[in-house]
């Protein structure tokens, strides 16, 4: 299928959407042949967008360099010299623009299949993960993904970069899943997402909305928690259907933003069970798997299920799975199978060799570091902990706060070490983490990889090293550049099982 956009179209979508200021073309009939933000991609016949970013103005060298590499027309903000030789839109607002483009470039291609978006302060990669392989068993093969993990569209199976991608990637991989006639298609929705417009225009067949707690506020995310509230209800006002733990805060914001929506389903533990239309029960573990009994009064359900991740609270994520498999018609048995192969790079992850416990997990915000440290304090009764990690530079101080109350409060000793620094010293970062600790003995080693090699070889049998935050990430956002990392499960695995030699 041949991608293209005209002249006219453009002028269309931007004079209907009230984005148009001015523009200027040589040829009005022209049709342009690929679109781009980056001018390392820019092919002959480019459309380029000057985006910029929230807190960088966008520099004048991308847009040269994009028209010494093939592009025709730019769309901007502001006009930029006369001697760039090429045709130009201006608008009032380009993130929201980049967005309407892109997906009429690709031809909206979110409407040839089923979308379900998941959002929350935590939990949202373990449920994409748990519902795309419910949807993998119901249909046979591989659905579509995208996470903060990996990207999946049946043409591409790849590392991701972003919890929800740019606006051309992401229509992109939305085009690649329908060319590969894929049916279901499971993604994370970030709060930025809505923040900078990655999803402006798209409407989403049904939405899971988690949890909310304060997090993502400072300069770069949210101004205000009531922003960041507001990004997340955005989405749910998106959805055609909609799963609502029924134990989040702001539930009834969450429940008024969803007031259109088609069908609005609730899930949570058996002591809310009357305010549930679904709802866990009789939790057990047994070798490692734990079994539970997803249930409803309202539709008469009652059906027993097993997941390898351990930890109460990925009940909860597989329940909001069940719920929303319930909306898809999907049948128990591809439910059933779908969450006992489901492992997630990166969340609670458990290696243990001559006595010593290591797990690797992406708890990186209040309410993910209060149920981690809960479920470790229940399983590893007794056993001393060692907790490793930091908090991202340019993100709100609480953080850190939170950081030293949880981690250290609930460790017996703590490395504190780098966690995405960015323009930040990763010192000071790891100082005013540790101004804030009680008594909790620590350790600042600023590399990462020095500090988990340290924490897993000077564990004692009988020891708990707990590394927090990156997971399977496998860069560092250091300065602005994403600096390659060989990532916290790979190193643990290879200093817990001995081959410390190719480690140093």
Request: aromatic share 12%; glycine share 6%; proline share 2%.
């Amino acid at each position: 299928m041949e991608l293209k956009i005209g002249y006219k179209k453009i002028i269309d979508i931007l004079t209907q959407n009230k984005f148009l200021i001015e523009y200027n073309l040589k040829n009005q009939d022209r049709e342009i042949k690929f679109i781009s933000y980056d001018s390392r991609k820019v092919k002959p016949d480019t459309l380029f967008f000057c985006k910029g970013g929230l807190t960088q103005q966008f520099k004048e060298e991308y847009l040269v360099q994009a028209v010494s590499s093939g592009a025709v027309c730019y769309i901007s903000e502001k006009k930029y010299a006369d001697d760039i030789n090429a045709d130009y839109f201006i608008v009032n607002n380009i993130r929201k623009t980049i967005s309407l483009l892109a997906s009429f470039y690709y031809n909206y291609p979110y409407r040839n299949f089923c979308l379900t978006g998941v959002t929350g302060t935590k939990g949202k990669t373990t449920v994409c993960y748990f519902l795309k392989n419910i949807c993998d068993e119901y249909v046979g093969s591989q659905t579509g993904f995208s996470s903060s993990i990996k990207i999946y569209t049946g043409e591409r199976d790849e590392a991701a970069v972003f919890s929800t991608p740019e606006p051309c990637e992401l229509q992109q991989y939305f085009f690649e899943a329908a060319q590969n006639n894929i049916d279901y298609f499971t993604m994370e929705v970030s709060s930025q997402a809505y923040k900078t417009n990655k999803v402006y225009g798209v409407h989403f067949d049904n939405g899971i909305f988690l949890n909310i707690a304060e997090d993502h506020i400072s300069p770069t995310e949210h101004d205000d928690f009531e922003d960041y509230l507001n990004c997340k209800l955005k989405f749910i006002k998106n959805c055609s259907n909609v799963v609502v733990n029924s134990q989040t805060d702001y539930l009834n914001d969450v429940l008024q933003a969803a007031e259109n929506a088609d069908s609005v389903i609730l899930y949570g533990t058996e002591s809310n069970k009357h305010n549930c239309d679904y709802y866990s029960s009789d939790i057990k573990t047994i070798e490692n798997l734990t079994y539970f009994y997803a249930k409803s009064d309202k539709y008469n359900y009652f059906e027993q299920f097993a997941i390898k991740i351990q930890g109460l609270f990925n009940v909860e994520n597989a329940l909001a799975a069940i719920a929303m498999a319930k909306i898809l018609g999907i049948d128990d048995e591809s439910i059933r199978r779908g969450l006992i192969k489901t492992e997630v790079p990166g969340r609670v992850n458990i290696f243990e060799n001559n006595g010593i416990t290591v797990i690797v997990d992406y708890a990186h915000n209040y309410l993910s570091f209060t149920e981690l440290y809960k479920f470790l304090r229940e399983k590893y009764r007794g056993r001393r902990i060692i907790s490793l990690g930091g908090t991202p530079g340019g993100r709100h101080l609480k953080r850190r706060r939170d950081f030293a109350d949880i981690v250290g409060g609930n460790s017996e000793y703590v490395y504190l070490t780098a966690d995405d620094p960015y323009f930040e010293d990763v010192t000071e970062i790891c100082e005013d983490i540790a101004g804030t600790m009680i008594d909790t003995p620590y350790e600042i080693i600023t590399d990462r990889k020095e500090a988990v090699t340290k924490a897993i070889r000077t564990a004692k049998s009988g020891d708990v090293v707990v590394l927090l935050a990156k997971g399977a990430e496998t860069s560092q956002k250091i300065g602005g550049n994403l600096v390659p990392y060989e990532s916290d499960l790979t190193i643990a695995q290879n200093v817990l099982f001995e081959n410390v030699a190719a480690m140093l």
